[in-house]
């Protein structure tokens, strides 16, 4: 698995430009601990008023990573392949109105992405592989599809390994009373609606995550499995069969605020659970909720975690031994989650985007997606917009020996720049300006030794990315 190097960067770029390493428990103003502040954009530059969910995307043939950002009026598209100079390549409108929820969730090259807003925003999907040239971002996009079987959406789940899409918390009011909605998805751009829908459930859901289960119940692997938190109480569902879902259990918890959203833990074993409101209504710190799946007809509450602030806990995913919470106003916290079977969860950093206060309240820090093979993780902040962080010590072998084994010569240089690995093919390399400015991209390259020709640069400093694995900073004479 690759890593992308951290950057050594010698100077300050503009703010929205910039790499500030964690030290002293401080990020520029950011409190921090084992994280470093690779990139901000802000919401003024990309024209919105708030921010919400986000999503990642990689580009399956040159490896190169996006982060889709939710906005107040549409989704942002953010190439990250250089994560110390991002590129707002531009938005996707909001189809009806402006919303302080939009959700958005990744298939087959494709962003499906809907609203919580009242009229026909449906759900769109848009077609990610447009991303690699756009040649004057920002633009304003256009979706590829828009389904309209239903309006207000407030969460997609999508499952990749059965190409189904599961819109939930609609109108409760109209089937399936705001339960999961069933889309085939196989063809990206003609969603189609499959089986009964939410009836397994009857109930509202907010959030919900769907696997294909592979856990300790061995009577149900090889299902299809949805963890619907649903407001009071999680639902476990079997809808392998999407005629006849089936469910399989239920489980609540003493002082109940608002049931929202919660992620399993990679053996499926246990599930983390976040409720919204507890924090206001109870007055405790940040609660998170630790279950144990290991029967999934009989699920157990495990244990109780409380966090070093009185924030309230959002979107949480799990990555590895690592749980990785948007925090709102204490932003982003990573909880070791190694040790569940013996009730320890433990907070190993942070990277605080709201600094202004940890209070019970609704700013900052709405998600995180911690999934991009580089390390690098994108907060998606209501009032600072786009925030991208990595652990500095998130390198692997790999990234190691290729570091090891790459050279770029002369530096400084007047005319050219020569570009040769020991250890691995060059396929990609990008060279940007100290503006994230994109002065040079070539492609698909497959050799260990090339050169590209700079003459015509002016004289300054400039990065070469290469693979989207490695950052050299070179000077032009």
Known sequence: MKKLLLPILLFTFMLTNSQTPCENGMAGDFPCNGYDLQSRITLGEMNANAG????????????????????????????????VAPIYLGKLPTHTGSSAWRDVKVYSNHAFVVSDINGNHGMQVFDLTRLRDVANPPQTFTPDTHYDAFGSIHNIVINEDTAFAYPVGGDRNVFPFGGPIFLDISTPTDPQPAGTGGYAMDAYSHDAQVVNYNGPDADYNGREILIGS????????????????????????SNVGYTHQGWFTEDQRFFILGDETDELDFGFNTRTIVFDFQDLDNPQLSFEYTGPTAAIDHNGYVKGDTYYMANYTAGLRALDVSDLAN???????????????????????????????????????????FI???DPAFLGSNDIAFENGLSLYPNPTNNSINISSATEAINTINIVDITGKILYTNTNINTAETSVDVSAFSTGIYFVNINGIVSKKIIKK
Do not use: C, H, Q
């Not at 986000?54 to 043939?61: A, E, L, V």
């Not at 109480?233 to 392998?240: G, L």
């Not at 600094?355 to 902040?381: H, M, R």
């Open 230 to 253: 649903n407001e009071d109480e999680i639902v476990i569902v079997d809808i392998t069969d999407k005629n006849n879902p089936e469910r399989i259990s239920e489980i609540s918890y």
């Open 343 to 385: 009730g320890n969860m433990t907070e190993i950093g942070f990277f605080d985007s709201f600094p202004e206060s940890n209070s019970a309240n609704f700013n900052g820090a709405w998600s995180v997606y911690p999934y991009f093979e580089s390390g690098n993780i994108v907060i998606s902040d209501i009032n600072r917009g």
């Open 388 to 390: 991208l962080v990595k």
């Open 52 to 83: 919400n969910d986000s999503w990642g995307w990689t580009d399956p043939d040159n490896g190169n990573e996006y982060a889709l950002m939710g906005l107040d009026n549409g989704l942002a598209f953010i190439d990250i392949s250089n994560p």
